[in-house]
């Protein structure tokens, strides 16, 4: 004979006067009864969290749950940002060489914004075309400016001592008689070196009355310069010199009192003060 399972009663009392009600549920039942609810709840459980790890799911997992599309376009995004904060920068470097080079900035609302609102690939291909045309402008103005500079005579053509300025009225040590002077003499000894104080081409060789053996270079741009009282010249005409490059030598052909290089500047054939051209310190070895 089977060993009779335990059993509870469970007594049921209602509200008002009806008679309380009796129910008996076996061992076996019981079981029955939490092994479901404990299956209903581990459902809900994990239900729950499912959905809390969706909402704070990390950015890799976002990426993973998003299609190839969005992933394309997301990075497209991504690469684009990268691309305008570049062009930011080559605009901001831009602005500065503009001014090294003289030229004035480029139009303020044709840079490149910071942070992209939309991708916008043909704006970014119309600024770095902008940039291109911006940067060879630059170029060529350095370039030029470059080529100005190196033909500016801006160094004293001989080492040696003034003896006498630029002036509209100098009375002269030899004639006696007060007449412009259009250049300054440079007093040095009997055949120091005369070097050409910009890059030029070689006009005249001549002897001129008063000057003596002269010597003039055409540096472009409207510029000439005139050397008087030469003792020799080591170039010919027509032959490109350098600044620094040796021309002559210090004389005292002419009227002279003594060795001396007479130095001019003419521009636009219109005769200037040489110590206005002549940079700080600038003197020949």
């Not at 239900?47 to 990426?63: C, D, I, N």
Request: charged share 20%; net charge neutral.
């Amino acid at each position: 004979m089977s060993k009779r399972s335990r059993a509870w009663t469970v007594v049921v009392v209602p509200h008002g006067s009806d008679s309380p009600r009796n129910y008996e549920v076996s061992e076996r039942a019981l079981r029955r009864i939490a092994c479901v609810v404990g299956m209903v709840v581990l459902v809900a459980a994990s239900a729950a969290a499912y959905a809390a790890t969706r909402m704070s799911a990390a950015p890799g997992m976002v990426t993973l749950l998003m299609t190839p599309k969005d992933r394309q376009l997301a990075d497209m995004r991504s690469r684009v940002a990268d691309l305008r904060d570049t062009l930011a920068q080559i605009a901001k470097r831009d602005e500065q060489i503009r001014l090294l080079a003289g030229l004035p900035p480029r139009d303020s609302d044709s840079l490149v914004a910071a942070v992209p609102s939309n991708v916008d690939v043909d704006g970014l291909i119309n600024e770095a075309n902008s940039l291109s045309a911006s940067f060879a402008n630059v170029s060529t103005t350095l370039s030029r400016n470059s080529q100005r500079l190196e033909s500016t005579p801006s160094i004293m053509p001989t080492a040696g001592w003034l003896s006498s300025e630029f002036s509209k009225a100098r009375f002269h040590p030899i004639l006696h008689m007060t007449r412009p002077h259009e250049g300054i003499d440079v007093a040095a000894p009997y055949g120091a070196p005369v070097v050409a104080p910009a890059s030029g081409v070689v006009e005249r060789i001549t002897n001129q009355t008063g000057y003596g053996l002269v010597l003039e270079i055409d540096h472009g741009n409207g510029i000439e310069t005139k050397y008087a009282h030469l003792s020799a010249v080591k170039v010919h005409e027509g032959q490109h010199v350098t600044r620094g490059e040796p021309i002559a030598a210090v004389g005292n052909s002419g009227l002279s009192t003594g060795p001396h290089l007479h130095y001019e500047i003419h521009v636009d054939s219109k005769v200037v003060d040489p110590l206005t051209y002549v940079l700080p310190g600038a003197n020949p070895d």
